[in-house]
């Protein structure tokens, strides 16, 4: 069997980021649910009634109470809802929130408690309780 050469490539084909390599600061816990799908229509009201920029000039509290609202009443079969909340919570950001989220280590958050405390510790720091 003859082997290919590969053509060589410049530095900007090493050097770029690769799609593998991306992952989601979020963990997925598994679930029993295989063959479950998140409608579009879901997204939409998450995404037209509880989207959290991280202006100076939104709540983080009402954020998540209105996420919490509106996800409360969903129900996937086989899945808990702690695990439908972590996959729907980055439908709720946008702007610099997103970017945030983004921006931590992969699969640094692992649980809805996780998710919760670092994000009402980075919009509602001590100092700005106190």
Same mark, same amino acid.
């Given at each position: 069997?003859?082997?290919?050469?590969?053509?060589? +490539?410049?530095?900007?084909? *090493?050097?770029?980021?690769?799609?593998?390599?991306? +992952?989601? $600061?979020?963990?997925?816990?598994?679930?029993?649910?295989?063959?479950? /799908?998140?409608?579009?229509?879901?997204? %939409?009201?998450?995404?037209?009634?509880?989207?959290?920029?991280?202006?100076?000039? @939104?709540?983080?509290? /009402?954020?998540? +109470?209105?996420?919490? /609202?509106? %996800?409360?009443?969903?129900?996937?079969?086989?899945?808990?809802? @702690?695990?439908?909340?972590?996959?729907?919570?980055? *439908?709720?950001?946008?702007?610099?929130?997103?970017?945030?989220?983004?921006?931590?280590?992969?699969?640094?958050? %692992?649980?809805? #408690? #996780?998710?919760?405390?670092?994000?009402? $510790?980075? *919009?509602?720091?001590?100092?700005? %309780?106190?």
């Amino acid at each position: 069997m003859r082997q290919r050469k590969r053509k060589p +490539q410049g530095m900007g084909y *090493y050097m770029a980021p690769r799609l593998a390599y991306i +992952q989601s $600061s979020i963990l997925h816990p598994p679930v029993a649910a295989y063959n479950f /799908e998140i409608k579009p229509a879901i997204v %939409t009201m998450i995404h037209n009634n509880a989207l959290f920029h991280g202006l100076q000039s @939104e709540s983080p509290r /009402e954020h998540m +109470q209105r996420f919490l /609202e509106l %996800t409360g009443s969903l129900n996937i079969n086989g899945m808990p809802a @702690e695990a439908l909340q972590l996959r729907l919570f980055l *439908y709720s950001l946008a702007g610099k929130a997103l970017r945030r989220l983004n921006n931590r280590p992969p699969r640094s958050i %692992t649980s809805w #408690d #996780d998710l919760l405390n670092k994000f009402m $510790s980075l *919009y509602c720091p001590p100092s700005k %309780t106190a």
